[in-house]
């Protein structure tokens, strides 16, 4: 099935889920060529869930150790944008090339993030060992997100993406990888069965205890903070670095664009929990919060 969609294109549905038709060539190579390794972590997120943000966090994480020390003036941070370090599967990398080759361009542990539902992961990822860190939002301040970022990409200009149709859209289900509350849903109960393969984590959660979580994320991923390291303050490095101030602020996210043509500054706009309130009548905040309650009903999940 077809719709039209507020990205500039139409919208396909596609196993369940609402994709661009720009973007459908990348998903089905990368389903079709991706060899996921054991060694590789996928950074799995809803549109605007802060995805960049933790792509920051996970590079700085990961990559720490001799060359990538957090402190140091020489960090791929602070020149690279984290899309470029933590590039996309299905929007990058399979979209340039129908088979682009990973092996000898990325070191293990390999890093890479797609937008992809549960359903539609490649055949490989499922049959490794690779572990998933799963980040999604609260539907209201994803919602907003998207409806700013979308009204960005659009040549015509915002007036043309009313937001009472971008909401009754949203809530249809018919969004960027929406449905939004199935997406969350898949890798909800996919944590819960499998806690060792599957780190599930909300933007609000990251934002109320960053430190906690990154110690988590650290321990989940199989390298957690020695000692030392606590000590010389690397955790809190970390996450001055990764900082919606530092990343925003740098001339290499204030500047340029992405492969895929959105501009790099386009991905730091507030970076606070809860700003949807500056945006959403109460009537609309009541419509999401309504179907959020009966779609997570029974699952354990709150937002
Ligand atoms: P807002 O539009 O609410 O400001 P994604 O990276 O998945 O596209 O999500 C973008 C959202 O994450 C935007 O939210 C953006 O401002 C926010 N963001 C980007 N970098 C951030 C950071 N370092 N810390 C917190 N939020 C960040």
Redesign the pocket.
Same mark, same amino acid.
């Given at each position: 099935p077809r719709e039209k969609g507020w990205v500039a294109n139409h919208l396909h549905q596609y196993q369940g889920f609402w994709h661009s038709s720009r973007q459908m060539q990348g998903v089905l190579a990368c389903q079709k060529h991706f060899q996921a390794q054991d060694s590789d972590i996928l950074l799995v997120?809803t549109?605007? $869930?802060?995805?960049?943000?933790l792509k920051?966090i996970l590079f700085s994480l990961v990559k720490r150790g001799e060359h990538y020390h957090p402190d140091p003036q020489h960090h791929p941070l602070l020149t690279k944008n984290p899309h470029v370090l933590v590039p996309f599967l299905e929007l990058n990398l399979y979209l340039e090339k129908p088979v682009p080759d990973l092996m000898t361009s990325y070191a293990p542990p390999r890093l890479f993030s797609t937008h992809l539902p549960l359903v539609s992961l490649p055949e490989s990822v499922k049959d490794s060992a690779c572990k998933v860190v799963y980040l999604c939002r609260n539907p209201k301040?994803t919602f907003? $997100?998207l409806w700013?970022?979308t009204n960005r990409l659009r040549p015509e200009g915002r007036g043309t993406n009313p937001l009472e149709e971008a909401l009754e859209k949203f809530c249809r289900g018919v969004s960027l990888y929406g449905p939004f509350w199935d997406h969350v849903l898949g890798y909800w109960n996919e944590s819960l069965k499998r806690p060792e393969r599957v780190f599930f984590i909300k933007y609000e959660e990251m934002k109320e205890r960053p430190g906690f979580h990154l110690r988590r994320l650290a321990e989940f991923l199989g390298c957690p903070f020695f000692p030392e390291e606590e000590a010389q303050g690397v955790v809190d490095n970390i996450l001055r670095l990764? $900082?919606?101030e530092t990343? $925003?602020n740098l001339d290499v996210n204030k500047n340029g664009k992405l492969s895929s043509g959105e501009e790099h500054s386009a991905?730091?706009?507030?970076?606070?929990a809860g700003?949807w309130r500056n945006l959403l009548t109460a009537k609309m905040a009541e419509q999401l919060d309504r179907i959020t309650e009966e779609k997570l009903q029974g699952s354990g999940l709150k937002f």
């Open positions: 997120t549109p605007k $869930s802060g995805t960049t943000w920051a301040d907003v $997100s700013h970022f990764c $900082s919606f990343l $925003s991905f730091f706009r507030r970076g606070e700003e």
